[in-house]
């Protein structure tokens, strides 16, 4: 059974970001594709999150690669996914423990 994703206010605003940015340098198409991706990754997410591995598993963290410039970070729960951020690799990971 599918379960919930849920973005937290980060999460929703590194979305933002993203579609700001590829809006504004790359146009439509490109954001089109991106939000596509993202789709087909929650669906995915909301089936079976097993299929992404665990970056910490101590904290039930796991991560998916969105694009080659995204990884989203997400925990589950019984009832529901959380999205804790979409991280661009581009940045220093050391900001990534950070956000996390």
Known sequence: ??????????????????VDYL???????VVSNF????DKVIILLAENTSLYPFSDKKRGLQKC????????FFTASE??????TIFD???DPEK?????
Not at 23 to 29: C, F, K, M
Not at 65 to 72: A, M, S, V
Not at 96 to 100: F, G, I, V
């Open 35 to 38: 939000i596509e991706r993202f």
């Open 79 to 84: 009832q529901a996914i959380y999205i804790h």
């Open 1 to 18: 059974m599918a379960k919930e994703v849920i973005l937290t206010p980060l999460a929703l605003k590194d979305f933002e970001n993203v």
């Open 65 to 72: 690669i969105l694009t080659k410039h995204n990884i989203l």
């Open 23 to 29: 809006s504004a340098n790359w146009g439509y198409e």
């Open 96 to 100: 990534l423990k950070h956000l996390l």
């Open 89 to 91: 690799t581009r940045q």
